[in-house]
């Protein structure tokens, strides 16, 4: 814009010129007008640096497949909110329905024959007690001479078979405890395997991408959805590599919103070490609070402080605009005189003055309806 300045000011200066000479006439015969005035000085402001950046979710996450199965049905929409465990796709698993009830049912055999081998242990058990009373026996009628070293032979023979026929019992009964282990650990995995077909929601939030449709064939990796935790966004803002001593990470700074209209503080979590080559700027992070109907994708703007400068301020009620030219009416002699000013940053109480006006000059503020380049004027308090 600075080159139309010429030209306006070119026109301001013939129109000032023009009435160069009607002005003092009318400012000897008209009476004074009474204003109020200040002082132009010099304030301290805040240098702020300025940076853009795209807002994206804090937590987000893919969804995929682990299987490669037909897509049976898909339950939500882009847009639509979730709630955490609530069921989004369905694929095909007529296969893994199989394999669970395969696993089941040999798990079913299993504890089928459970009861069998009990009742062998229990009755190995039963003839390894009256092999051993017999033995007993046998053995106390062989201390006294009693019986044949055939008969007493046969007793122990029969005890050790005894025992064999119990061990065996037992180890029977193991192996089936074994199986029946084995079959729960079929049946667990054939039931995760058949989960993996329904695909649910890990967190409460809402749908923001849905490449797929049923019928499609669900590949592992591919996606399915995103979905995006709601409540939970962050600015990442691009800035300078220049900047970085001016970004810390935890400090507070001033964002925007265009798409809300809004400004409000955050709080910078995150500074990506690494910078990019091409545009040599790195990704500052940083954590918006809980704004409503705030979005992925959405434009903003975060204002770093750099420090403080010195510049030329007066109040707003001061200003005069026509158009795009700036004025200001400056007291000398107790007339009022305008003079075109060039402005910089805007604030609610002050606005900043680039050129056209130096410290300690006295302006009438606020400007009077009506009150022309020339007139008398009269300060009041």
Not at 187 to 198: E, K, Q, V
Not at 249 to 261: K, N, P, S, Y
């Amino acid at each position: 814009m600075r080159f139309m300045l010429v030209p306006m000011l070119a026109t301001a200066a013939v129109w000032s010129g023009c009435g160069g000479e009607s002005h003092p006439k009318a400012a000897g015969n008209a009476p004074a007008v009474p204003v109020q005035t200040t002082t132009v000085s010099s304030q301290q402001w805040p240098d702020m640096y300025e940076a853009t950046g795209t807002v994206r979710a804090r937590t987000a996450v893919v969804l995929s497949s682990k299987i490669m199965a037909y897509v049976r049905q898909v339950a939500v929409q882009v847009g639509d909110r979730v709630r955490e465990g609530q069921l989004l796709v369905t694929l095909d698993a007529q296969d893994l329905d199989s394999n669970v009830r395969r696993a089941e049912a040999g798990e079913a055999e299993v504890m089928s024959a459970i009861p069998g081998a009990d009742n062998g242990v229990a009755g190995a058990k039963a003839n390894l007690d009256l092999a051993r009373s017999t033995f007993k026996r046998m053995e106390e009628l062989a201390s006294k001479k009693s019986i044949s070293n055939q008969e007493f032979d046969e007793a122990s023979a029969r005890l050790k078979s005894a025992e064999a026929a119990y061990e065996m019992a037992r180890a029977k009964r193991s192996e089936l405890d074994s199986k029946r282990a084995q079959a729960e650990q079929e049946i667990r995995a054939a039931t995760i395997m058949r989960d993996y077909a329904r695909i649910a929601a890990p967190f409460a939030g809402v749908v923001t991408a849905k490449p797929v449709e049923p019928g499609n064939l669900a590949a592992p990796g591919a996606p399915l959805l995103t979905v995006e935790k709601e409540g939970a966004y962050r600015l990442e803002a691009s800035v300078e590599e220049s900047r970085l001593p001016f970004v810390k990470a935890g400090q507070t700074v001033d964002i925007a919103l265009e798409a809300l209209d809004r400004r409000f503080t955050a709080r910078v979590s995150e500074i990506v070490p690494a910078v990019d080559a091409a545009s040599r700027a790195y990704i500052v992070k940083i954590d918006l609070p809980a704004v409503p109907n705030v979005r992925s994708g959405m434009f903003g703007r975060a204002w770093f402080p750099l420090g403080a400068r010195k510049v030329v301020a007066i109040p707003p009620q001061a200003m005069v605009e026509r158009g795009q030219l700036q004025s200001v009416f400056v007291i000398e002699d107790g007339v009022a005189h305008t003079r075109l000013v060039t402005t910089g940053q805007h604030r609610p109480d002050a606005v900043e003055v680039l050129s056209g006006l130096s410290e300690g000059e006295r302006l009438v503020s606020p400007v009077p309806s009506g009150l022309m380049d020339g007139a008398r004027v009269e300060v009041r308090q």
